[in-house]
């Protein structure tokens, strides 16, 4: 793993000086249960380089016009975009990469659920999720952490963006590292509390996603299936 700074003992102080600021962070109002992980990982997708407020008013905006996950997972991209609205950030692009992180668990499960992964183990569980199409790394950590209770700090562009400005991680990290080093200085038992304070953070001072900014991934949107 590359170090997050040149004195990685340094950023340990800075991390940690921030977390104790912080303090530890819950659950917001509104946000879908933990324990249904399909709402998880929607809600993740709309929250990778937004805002909380957002995620959730555009969750809510969604299962307001689906019926259920199922058909959602069938909407196409315009669709979705039209229901999320124009001004949300980078709209074209989250609404192509939902459609692909659902119709993938669709191809596997022959249904929009991941209660097979309920039985199995922790790193069958990762691979699992980390390989879906369309998924951000932002997005998979987030349904890992919150809905199968794997370590890790979720980070996005923005969060990223707020940790080069307090010093604790320097410019060029990537953010794989970045994620690495975090869920290496916090323990797993705070890991959920240290994401919601992190993600209020994000939300008050960071960009909300309004900087237009492309991230680039490996993963594919996937092709768009036909509707039904």
């Known amino acids: 793993m590359t170090s997050v700074r040149k004195n990685p003992a340094n950023a340990s102080k800075k991390l940690s000086a921030l977390l104790r600021k912080l303090g530890s962070g819950s659950p917001p109002r509104d946000l879908p249960p933990a324990d249904d992980p399909i709402a998880t990982i929607i809600v993740s997708m709309l929250l990778w ?14 299962m307001n016009e689906a019926v259920d996950y199922n058909d959602l997972r069938v909407c196409m991209p315009h669709e979705t975009m039209e229901i999320l609205g124009v001004r949300y950030p980078r709209v074209q692009e989250r609404s192509q990469r939902l459609r692909a992180v659902l119709r993938s668990i669709y191809l596997r499960e022959h249904a929009v659920s991941l209660n097979a992964l309920k039985s199995q183990g922790k790193r069958e569980v990762k691979k699992y999720i980390e390989s879906l199409d369309g998924i951000t790394p932002f997005a998979a950590n987030r349904v890992l952490l919150l809905s199968f209770d794997t370590h890790g700090i979720p980070v996005d562009e923005q969060l990223k963006e707020l940790l080069v400005d307090a010093e604790v ?43 237009g900014r492309t991230v680039v991934s490996r993963k594919s949107a996937g092709t768009p299936a036909r509707r039904g």
Do not use: M
């Not at 380089?49 to 969604?62: N, P, R």
């Not at 320097?170 to 953010?175: G, L």
């Not at 953070?201 to 996603?209: E, L, N, Q, R, V």
């Open 49 to 62: 380089d937004s805002t909380t407020e957002k995620a959730i008013g555009g969750f809510q905006k969604l």
């Open 169 to 211: 991680c320097e410019p060029e990290v990537e953010i794989p590292d970045l994620t690495a080093w975090l869920a290496s200085q916090v323990r797993a038992e705070d890991a959920a509390g240290t994401h919601y304070a992190l993600q209020a953070w994000s939300d008050k001072h960071g960009s909300g996603g309004s900087s």
